[in-house]
């Protein structure tokens, strides 16, 4: 199956901050998923660079906005590099591909009829890249921006958005719906509805005095609002013009994932857009919550940014994937503090996880010299335990293979459903539940006392760790690899996700693990 899936392309106006990283994060986690489930994965992030806010940031740096979108869009990928971010495609709108495909996908929106010339006067915040109506804005100023958006009247073109409401009404609504399309959470949907409801009215598409932008095909003086740009990023990307196999393999969208700030232009102005033009529908959008910074909403202003540098020098790149999705549920607003995501580390990934694989390549080695014992068979009728002792051996054996299959079920669960902080849960979980069977069978007295009981318990550990290393792998690539490295498994053993890989009793006969074990998390001080 295509898999294609987006993250916002983001304003190249300052260096991100882990806002983006959280949206990009959790993309790469589902694009990962996809992937070891067998999907031709398509996964695009990039930049935004047109409009009157990297005008302004440029005008500010002492630059021409081409050089300085050049370096904000280095910034951005050396950051994705840094959190092993896997994207197949990096847009930027400054790009030729793109300058052409806005041309054309402009040129069908005037051929359908759906583009007109007329005035438009209005309130405009350039924070924001959009009007803002008189009720919007909070004595006189933008809430979200705190200064007073500039009175704008100009000659523009317009945009028939009014349109389309009924039948992005019917999309949404009617599963059967040739352009059904899916938005959510629930409460994200609703809100979208309510907006159709009351009615659209048709968007100013080009400005008259802007001159960092894309000209308009039909009309050259005025150059294409930045968001209309924007948003046929999600096509010029995959080769909308100039690769139209590629476009036919990946369009529509599986999934745009954003923030709620932005769900307005995607799940109302970018389908009334795609229906003019004649393209599909994306089939699900997603809009998550927003985090605040110990209680408090991230800005330069209070100083309480977090760059996503800072993390992975603080927890690594692949902790601090975890932990930011672990943090809160997806769809709803919640707060991180680097306490709270340090004591969850050391809890979580040191304590559980880490340590788990440090006390089983150790006793492997300890016990067995190095040797991951083979599946003990079954034990004989006659041997010195009691019944009732290997019918307890018997229940816990069960109990751990029953905690990793259900670990596994929980994962495809989860990842379904965008609720990574349940399948991190489940990733947790499972260390802890085979930390807790390290403590109730004792390897160190079996050692002593039953060599093959010893060497079942030992077997069953490695083989939890070897599907825990595979189920973690999209939110800790890094820390996986290593896990089965130390493990002395390959990831995949058994092929991809639906091919076995997940299934129990896959770890290859004669697996030797490391001659010591290394940390995969070292505790931190908190
Ligand atoms: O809106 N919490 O770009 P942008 C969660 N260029 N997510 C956050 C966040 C926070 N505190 N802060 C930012 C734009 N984000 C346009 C998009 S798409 C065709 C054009 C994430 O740089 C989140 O994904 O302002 C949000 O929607 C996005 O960054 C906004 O990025």
Redesign the pocket.
């Known amino acids: 199956m295509h898999y294609f899936i987006?993250?916002?392309?983001?304003?190249a106006?300052?260096a991100?901050?882990?806002?983006?990283a959280?949206?990009?994060i959790a993309a790469d986690v589902l694009a990962r998923y996809h992937r070891r489930v067998g999907d031709d994965v398509f996964f695009l992030t990039g930049?935004?660079e047109h409009g009157a806010k990297i005008a302004e940031a440029a005008r500010q740096a002492g630059m021409d906005p081409q050089t300085f979108t050049d370096r904000i869009a280095e910034e951005y990928r050396a950051a994705w590099g840094r959190l092993e971010i896997s994207h197949d495609g990096f847009i930027r709108t400054t790009s030729p591909r793109h300058k052409d495909a806005v041309g054309v996908f402009l040129q069908r929106l005037y051929d359908a009829g759906d583009v007109y010339r007329g005035r438009y006067e209005g309130f405009y915040c350039v924070g924001c890249?959009r009007f803002l109506t008189e009720d919007e804005l909070v004595s006189g100023l933008c809430p979200l921006h705190n200064r007073p958006p500039v009175p704008y009247a100009e000659d523009n073109y317009f945009f028939r958005l009014s349109r389309y409401q009924d039948a992005l009404i019917r999309g949404l609504t009617n599963p059967a719906d040739p352009n059904h399309y899916e938005v959510d959470p629930p409460a994200r949907r609703n809100e979208v509805l309510g907006k159709l409801n009351v009615g659209l009215s048709d968007i100013s598409i080009s400005r008259a005095t802007l001159t960092w932008g894309i000209p308009l095909p039909f009309d050259p003086g005025q150059t294409t609002y930045?968001?209309v740009d924007?948003?046929i990023?999600?096509v010029s990307a995959i080769g909308y013009v100039d690769d139209p196999a590629t476009f036919q393999r990946y369009w529509p969208a599986n999934l745009h994932?954003?923030?709620?700030?932005?769900?307005w232009?995607?799940a109302i102005v970018?389908p009334a857009m795609l229906l003019s033009a004649g393209l599909a529908l994306p089939r699900r959008i997603y809009?998550?919550?927003?985090?605040?910074?110990g209680g408090q909403?991230?800005s330069k202003t209070l100083g309480n940014i977090i760059l996503p540098a800072e993390l992975v020098e603080r927890f690594g790149a692949d902790a601090s994937r975890y932990l930011l999705l672990s943090e809160f549920p997806f769809g709803t607003?919640g707060d991180v503090s680097l306490e709270s995501m340090t004591a969850r580390y050391n809890a979580d990934l040191a304590n559980d996880v880490g340590n788990l694989l440090n006390r089983t390549v150790a006793m492997v080695n300890r016990y067995c010299q190095g040797a991951v014992p083979e599946p003990g068979p079954a034990a004989p009728k006659d041997d010195d335990r009691k019944d009732d002792d290997r019918k307890d051996d018997d229940r816990k054996d069960e109990d751990l293979r029953g905690s990793a299959q259900q670990a596994v079920a929980e994962m495809h669960r989860a990842l379904g459903a965008l609720e990574f902080h349940a399948a991190t849960a489940a990733i947790r979980g499972l260390a802890t539940r085979a930390n807790k069977y390290v403590d109730e069978t004792a390897p160190w007295v079996l050692a002593r006392s039953d060599r093959a009981r010893l060497g079942t318990v030992l077997h069953n550990l490695v083989e939890t760790e070897r599907i825990l290393s595979e189920l973690a792998w999209p939110f800790l690539p890094s820390a996986s690899e290593e896990m089965a490295s130390q493990l002395g498994v390959p990831l995949g053993v058994a092929g991809d996700w639906s091919g076995g890989a997940l299934a129990w009793g896959q770890l290859p006969v004669r697996t030797r693990v490391a001659a010591s074990p290394r940390p995969l998390f070292p505790k931190l001080l908190t």
């Open positions: 987006t993250t916002p392309i983001y304003y106006n300052d991100p901050h882990i806002g983006h959280y949206t990009t930049t935004d890249e930045v968001w924007a948003l990023n999600y994932l954003m923030a709620k700030d932005i769900l232009f995607h970018w809009a998550h919550g927003f985090f605040t910074i909403k991230m607003d």
